[in-house]
């Protein structure tokens, strides 16, 4: 998939270990559900998702900004600092997800 001159490229490796995580996932929700009243699962399933998918989006933010950083560190090496602080800002993103996950489980 190209996204302007950059290109995605997604390992196809990595595919059958997310299905076997969802898998294992999807079996141990339902073993908790047996055991647990369904708002505590609830909640669960919601800080799970929140952190997962904030995960995930930190780390495409990371690996999008990080090869953008190294180019531009190549072209311009005064401008370093400035461009591992927009890398870095893409982590912000993983850390605003464990926040959720937390007001999640001891808020609500």
Do not use: D
Not at 24 to 36: D, H, M, R, V, Y
Not at 84 to 102: N, S, T
């Amino acid at each position: 998939m190209k996204l302007g001159n950059a290109s995605l490229n997604i390992n196809t490796q990595i595919i059958p270990l997310i299905v076997l995580i969802a898998i294992l996932g999807s079996t141990t929700l339902t073993a908790l559900a047996e055991q647990e009243t369904t708002g505590t699962l609830a909640k669960a399933v919601g800080a799970a998702l929140a952190v997962g998918f904030a995960g995930l989006g930190a780390g495409f933010a990371v690996g999008m900004a990080g090869s953008a950083a190294a180019s531009g560190i190549v072209e311009r090496r005064e401008a370093a600092g400035l461009f591992l602080l927009i890398v870095v800002l893409g982590e912000g993103i993983a850390i605003y997800g464990l926040l959720i996950a937390l007001l999640i489980i001891l808020i609500l």
